[in-house]
């Protein structure tokens, strides 16, 4: 696991996360820090170099960005085992053809662990811009595909132009439209990821999960949260965009709780994102943690989305201001082939293999048409999860997919920002009614620091979170802990454990009968636990 922080980054073993991990100092250099002071940062240490991006590059490299100081740098990490590191060396010392001049002292000697090396290659510095945002409070999202890396990113000291870039590898280097609010009206990107479309590769679509400010109301903004999408092979428009996105749309996305008189209770702010795969790859489950922060109402929500409503919407009519009082319509007219959004040389578009073929009517249409009429809803049209009336709200989420006796049941593993963790499944009950249950909450840090991000390993059967102060990890399942006895664990109803003749332990798919003592849609110890006594060993049934 490769963790990024101020200064640092490190490389630990998920075999033992406490042994000393490998650690690559990266600060910024002194007058760089020093440029960052005099500009008037620095408030709570922000001139640094926070690693804001690490991406697998191959199976030996890295590529990784951090702020510094307010001036973005990126560069390799080589990640592989000795015999490579004494090549590159070898290389590194002859000054290889077409390396730069490189200050020793930004030369960090290679750490071992066993057969591994984990070292930067500082004659590979770049700019960051565009790649990793200036200010380490604002997060940056990005997707490395085939060499190419996309970026939802403040790319200005200022903080003031938000893009979607594609820099690096052999297409044209693109981004959305500059200081277009229509486009992206001061973003806070949370997540983003490829999903594919069809089998046809060009059809493929990278989407970016961001919440933003309402263009409508700019006396009193109204956050919306969003889910836009682009192609990858997007070359930008021929006269119109160039260089700029051709195909980006974006659509809002709805967490409400459906109320009397058809009033919903919205929760607008999108926290995190957490994908969940299935065995088709074109349709992954998709959910998202938002919350409400307004004066009147606050709590977080949990939603669930299926792609096939999300597909759904960016194939509806787009969004259209007019009539006298400029309000946002379904657009109604004509509308130009190929259909705004599409990707060229895909499923729709054969005989157009760039988006720069594209007649003129169709740029001009995305450029002014960026966002579509409906909203995304979620599945059932109502929250999984809801919390009001608490003194916290929801940071993140991960979903683990957990197999037990009476079926296949999702895990949801939910930060808060007073630093524990909720671990929560929800029950189909009759009709479309659910039941909650919240199998345990965890406080995670001996001092309290809200949630970051959160990581399962379904292979270690662990939990992995970090906080701005620190990393820990966390068993998904503690079986032990609900008591000695056969009903204690029935009652739990978690799905990881199971009864199994001795001890409350993780269930395992035997054909044992005693593997089987577990009820976790129902919880009933009087028909699982017949034999058993409260102490937990078996007592012989009078007949």
Not at 142 to 168: C, H, K, P, Q
Not at 277 to 289: F, R, S
Not at 314 to 328: C, I, L, M, V
Not at 454 to 459: A, D, E, F, G
Request: aromatic share 10%; proline share 6%; glycine share 8%.
């Amino acid at each position: 696991m490769y963790v990024g922080s101020k200064d640092y980054i490190l490389s630990l073993d998920l075999h033992d996360i406490n042994r000393e991990p490998l650690i690559i100092h990266w600060p910024a250099s002194q007058q760089r820090i020093d440029e960052c002071v005099l500009s008037g940062k620095n408030n709570n240490g922000e001139c640094g170099n926070f690693i804001r991006l690490i991406q697998p590059w191959n199976r030996t490299h890295l590529y990784v960005c951090g702020t510094g100081a307010y001036n973005p740098v990126c560069t390799f990490v080589n990640r592989g085992r000795k015999a490579q590191a004494f090549e590159l060396n070898q290389s590194i010392q002859q000054g290889g053809r077409g390396s730069r001049a490189v200050d020793s002292s930004l030369r960090p000697s290679p750490v071992e662990r066993k057969d591994y090396i984990f070292y930067l290659e500082p004659e590979k510095l770049e700019s960051g811009k565009g790649k990793c945002s200036y200010d380490p409070k604002v997060d940056t999202v990005s997707a490395l595909i085939n060499e190419e890396l996309y970026a939802g990113v403040y790319i200005d000291f200022m903080g003031t132009d938000a893009a979607i870039f594609r820099t690096m590898g052999k297409q044209t280097a693109m981004r959305t439209d500059q200081y277009n609010s229509r486009w992206l009206n001061d973003p806070a990107f949370v997540h983003a990821k490829l999903i594919p479309d069809s089998a046809e590769k060009n059809d493929d679509k990278l989407y970016f999960f961001f919440r933003e400010k309402s263009t409508d109301s700019p006396q009193s903004p109204v956050v919306y949260s969003r889910i836009g999408r682009i192609c990858l092979n997007d070359d930008g428009g021929h006269c119109c965009l160039v260089n700029k996105w051709s195909t980006f749309l974006k659509a809002r996305l709805i967490c409400s709780v459906p109320g009397p008189d058809g009033i919903e209770t919205h929760f607008d702010e999108l926290q995190d994102v957490f994908i969940q795969q299935t065995q088709d790859v074109k349709n992954p489950i998709i959910y998202a943690v938002f919350a409400a922060s307004g004066s009147v109402f606050k709590g977080s929500a949990v939603c669930v989305y299926s792609m096939a409503d999300i597909r759904m919407v960016f194939n509806g009519p787009f969004a259209h201001k007019e009539g006298p009082n400029y309000q946002w319509m379904p657009y109604t007219g004509k509308m130009p082939y190929p259909r705004p959004g599409t990707c060229p040389g895909g499923t729709f578009t054969p005989s157009m293999k760039s988006t720069k073929d594209y007649p003129d009517e169709v740029i001009n249409f995305m450029r002014t048409h960026p966002m579509m009429y409906n909203g995304v809803y979620p599945i059932h049209r109502q929250p999984l999860v809801v919390r009001t009336n608490v003194k916290y709200k929801f940071t993140t989420i991960a979903v683990d997919q957990v197999d037990a006796a009476d079926g296949r049941y999702e895990v949801l593993f939910l930060g808060t920002d007073r630093g524990t963790v909720q671990k929560v499944i929800v029950l189909p009950k009759d009709d479309l009614e659910t039941e909650e249950l919240m199998l345990e909450e965890v406080e995670v840090f001996k001092v309290p620091a809200p949630i970051k991000t959160m990581t399962i390993s379904s292979k270690r059967q662990q939990l992995y979170v970090s906080s701005a102060i620190g990393l820990t990890h966390l068993a998904l399942h503690r079986c032990d802990v609900y008591g000695e006895a056969c009903a204690d664990c029935c009652l739990a109803r978690d799905p990881y454990c199971a009864w199994d003749g001795k001890s409350c332990s993780r269930y395992s798919a035997s054909s044992k009968r005693r593997s089987r003592r577990q009820d976790v849609r129902h919880g009933n110890p009087i028909r699982q636990c017949r034999g058993y006594n409260s102490n937990g060993g078996c007592h012989i049934l009078s007949l």
